[in-house]
């Protein structure tokens, strides 16, 4: 018998029939010896609807009344689902967030849960009943008790914190999508539903499966363990499996307050291949590292940067081991990328760095809080460490510095986020995850391909700092800067290329941001330029940004060559490269987006046979 946590979303509970339908699902969950808790969401669109409401009556609704307001929707829903439940003859009681316990911040409107009690859960539990809870709300817990609500989307959360807090068997999330698919089914026909995924490279996905998952829910079942299911509540297709390995002993207070950075990690043992001036023109990218991937050689880090003119760098980063060959095979493809059309443009040159080391801090939690990049780069600046490369994705910020300074930077970065060095006891072991996937029949889940899926953001726009001083701070001054106005940064890339001008060396740099902050940071930026010492502040709006994700390309060449082929092959031009361990992002314009997200899903093979119907 098994402790199951259900959650069904608005349009799974959007009628009678439908919450009638739920019930009959959660009867026979029942009936084959289980016992459950079911989370669930506002009826359909009920949530929009209070929404709108309130607006009609007040431009800027004070955000307590907001939540009294939202919270009545999953209400209505835990009352008709539980009567239904009783008509089949099912014990049930309905609880809403405050009479569970789920204690949160005092935070309206996007609270975080701090803990839930189980006493009374439990309690209900044990009597045979099933335990209806509403979703996306909790109470808070400091002096007057207040209804808080999660933020929009905010039941999935519920539904995994219960799981956690319950130590729940698993957690069911069923929806109106049969699962997480590889792609935007919108986008590419073909994109097909994948069996199992891991939290890891779910979050990198974020832009690709939030509408499916809340971000913060994966944290939750990452942090604790929680084996997690999507599945579409109108099958008993098996759905998809969002995996994670163990961690052990978590404490369940502060339960979703986790820090936004959880680890601090290095690698000494690498070394730098940048080769500068190439021209700006589809098919570089390809042809370097197809050949460096036909040496079977793996490289880690890549990145490329924007620069004024029509040429680009591109540097990556490989084991020291094999940079002999890197810089060899970097070499010999070097004269044959000199620009075509311009014969008198300088030859593409390499430059090798041999003593460098990969400093990275890693977080889900770094999603949507801006100003953690800003920290890391602060303390490297505070501890006198020059960043010479950055690379970013989702959830990990890397900096390429002088190996000589790794220990510094890396022992500066712990105090800073409050990381304990790793002793042996308390590195993660390999998932139970599997167990409980067995435990419950479903498939097994295939090996781990290279790319699991691939996204597209339309929503990014790309800014360029030109000519910032190359001294250590500068880095931490612009992001720190931007986060003071809660402008989140997604890509940063800081250009190899470096120029004396005035006595001083400078370097640009270039990061992505929403495109609603684009104008605002581009104003903000340029009213700085004199103080700061930087030269122009560039914004383009009309960028893509395709990634591709997958822990499978840990350790295997070739997977970055595939991506630049594909686009080669397109004639598509990659404007800026970051990687990270599990995920490569390219940004291009933006008209050649969904071009460029078919063709890499093709590329990796992974399309489907059926065509999925997108769901209005
Ligand atoms: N009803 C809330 C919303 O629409 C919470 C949820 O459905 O997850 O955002
Ligand atoms: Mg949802």
Redesign the pocket.
């Known amino acids: 018998m098994a402790l199951i946590v259900q959650k069904y979303?608005g349009t799974s509970v959007g009628s009678v029939e439908r919450i009638q339908a739920v019930a009959q699902r959660v009867y026979k969950t029942v009936k084959a010896g289980n016992s459950l808790v079911v989370v669930v969401?506002a009826m359909g669109k009920t949530t929009d609807g209070l929404v709108k409401l309130a607006n009609e009556i007040s431009p800027n609704p004070n955000r307590r009344e907001m939540d009294m307001l939202l919270s009545t929707g999953e209400q209505v829903t835990i009352a008709l689902l539980t009567m239904a439940l009783q008509e089949l003859g099912q014990p049930a009681i309905s609880m809403t967030g405050a009479q569970v316990g789920i204690v949160t911040e005092a935070e309206h409107s996007r609270a975080r849960i701090l803990h839930i009690e189980t006493t009374r859960l439990t309690r209900h539990i044990n009597e045979g009943k099933v335990v209806v809870v509403a979703g996306f709300q909790g109470t808070s817990s400091t002096g007057e008790m207040e209804i808080t609500t999660l933020g929009r989307?905010g039941?999935?959360t519920s539904a995994v914190a219960i799981a956690a807090a319950l130590r729940a068997n698993f957690c069911e999330i069923y929806?109106d999508v049969p699962g997480i698919l590889t792609t935007d089914p919108r986008l590419v026909a073909e994109a097909q539903l994948m069996d199992a995924i891991t939290c890891d490279e779910m979050l990198e996905l974020a832009s690709l499966g939030a509408?499916v998952l809340?971000p913060r829910a994966v944290e939750i079942a990452r942090n604790y363990g929680v084996p997690l299911v999507v599945r579409s509540s109108w099958t008993d297709d098996p759905g998809t499996w969002v995996t994670s390995a163990k961690p052990q002993g978590r404490s369940l207070i502060n339960l979703e307050i986790a820090r936004p950075v959880d680890d601090v990690e290095f690698d000494t043992d690498q070394a730098k291949v940048a080769l500068l001036r190439v021209p700006d023109k589809p098919g570089v990218a390809a042809r370097l590292f197809g050949e460096i991937s036909r040496q079977k050689l793996d490289v880690d880090l890549i990145i490329q940067s924007i620069h004024e003119g029509n040429s680009n760098d591109i540097a990556f980063t490989v084991t020291t081991p094999i940079l002999k060959r890197a810089e060899a095979v970097t070499a010999a493809i070097a004269p044959a990328l000199r620009s075509q059309s311009n014969p008198k443009f300088d030859e593409a040159e390499v430059m090798i760095e041999h003593n460098i080391a990969k400093v990275s801090i890693a977080g889900a939690g770094m999603i949507g809080r801006p100003g953690v990049a800003a920290k890391m780069f602060a303390t490297l600046a505070a501890a006198g460490v020059n960043i010479q490369m950055i690379s970013t994705s989702e959830v990990k910020v890397s900096c390429v510095v002088d190996a000589a300074e790794c220990d510094r930077a890396v022992s500066a970065l712990r105090t800073a986020f409050e990381i304990e060095a790793k002793s042996k006891g308390e590195l993660l072991t390999p998932n139970s995850c599997t167990d409980a996937i067995n435990r419950v029949s479903t498939p097994h889940s295939s090996p781990t391909p290279p790319v699991r899926g691939v996204a597209l953001d339309l929503n990014q726009a790309r800014l360029a700092i030109r000519q910032l001083p190359d001294r250590p701070g500068m880095a931490a001054k612009l992001f720190g800067l931007l986060a003071q106005h809660s402008i989140s940064v997604d890509m940063i890339i800081q250009s190899q290329r470096c120029r004396v001008i005035d006595g001083v060396p400078r370097r640009d740099i270039a990061f992505t941001v929403s495109r609603i902050d684009g104008e605002s940071a581009k104003k903000m930026l340029t009213q700085v330029a004199a103080e700061f010492g930087w030269s122009e502040v560039v914004l383009d709006s009309a960028i893509a940004k395709v990634s591709i994700v997958g822990a499978g390309m840990l350790g295997q060449p070739g997977v970055a060559a595939k991506m630049f082929e594909a686009l080669a092959q397109q004639q598509i031009n990659i404007q800026m490269i970051a990687t990270s361990e599990i995920k490569i992002s390219c940004v291009v314009a933006q008209e050649q987006g969904v071009k460029a997200l078919q063709a890499i899903h093709a590329a990796f093979e992974l399309a489907g046979s059926e065509k999925f119907v997108v769901p209005v």
Do not use: V
């Open positions: 979303g969401s989307g039941s999935d929806t509408k809340h």
